[in-house]
């Protein structure tokens, strides 16, 4: 089974702090994607990669950068976390080309709250 | 710029029972693919079903079947004998062919199955 794992569930930080939110997956998936899921929104896209050092801005970039080192970690960076960006984060991946077939592999979420 | 809309917040059935979640969306694109997730209470979201566009033939698996209706942009999600585990955050999203998997999703249903 695919597994998407991210490095925390829960999170709380202060206005101005620098938050890093992890991913790994293990299914040597081309595309990574990190989404922001509030209610009533459903899940927007922040950003997305399809290889390594390759990154593409989603809908909703602004506040937000992402690093993609290696195939398997996506990491998505809070520069200077506001209160306006307390929310669930998901990180998602899939295969890429030929396997298009939009089934995205979700991890559970990191929920951040920023005071 | 495709936009899913999802009209119902929240919904409740009985366990045993028919429920019927609703999708709309808007698209300019002749060739896309649509598909519904389930986020249960603290999980991953998983891929439920997917249609193809261009198929007549409405989606079914297993207890979970789709109406599509391409002229009228709609996408609704038939669970039928609903099962307590089918409580869950429900999203219906859309895709153009060949768009590497960038998904636009709706706003999410609740549905709460009662027992």
């Known amino acids: 089974d695919v597994k998407v794992t991210q490095s925390s569930r829960y999170l709380v930080k202060r206005t101005g702090e620098k938050v890093f939110l992890e991913c790994v997956q293990d299914?040597?998936?081309?595309?990574m994607f990190w989404y922001r899921q509030d209610p009533g929104l459903g899940l927007r896209l922040i950003y997305f990669?399809?290889?390594?050092?390759?990154?593409e801005k989603g809908d909703i970039p602004e506040g937000y950068s992402v690093s993609r080192e290696k195939k398997e970690r996506f990491s998505l960076i809070l520069e200077s976390a506001s209160t306006n960006q307390t929310s669930m984060y998901l990180c998602a991946s899939t295969v890429a080309g030929g396997g298009n077939t939009g089934e995205l592999f979700f991890g559970e979420g990191s929920r951040l709250t920023v005071l | 710029a495709q936009t899913v809309t999802q009209s119902q917040p929240e919904m409740s059935v009985q366990e045993a029972e028919t429920v019927t979640l609703s999708c709309t969306y808007d698209t300019s694109e002749s060739n896309y693919y649509l598909f519904w997730y389930k986020q249960p209470p603290s999980r991953q979201m998983i891929l439920v079903i997917r249609q193809e566009a261009y198929k007549q033939q409405n989606a079914t698996e297993n207890r979970f079947s789709v109406n599509f209706q391409k002229a009228a942009k709609s996408f609704s999600l038939k669970i039928s004998d609903s099962q307590l585990g089918d409580t869950a955050m429900y999203f219906c999203a859309f895709m153009r062919a060949n768009a590497g998997n960038m998904l636009t999703f709706g706003g999410g249903t609740r549905l709460m199955v009662k027992p």
């Open positions: 299914m040597d998936h081309e595309n």
């Open positions: 990669s399809y290889d390594v050092k390759m990154k």
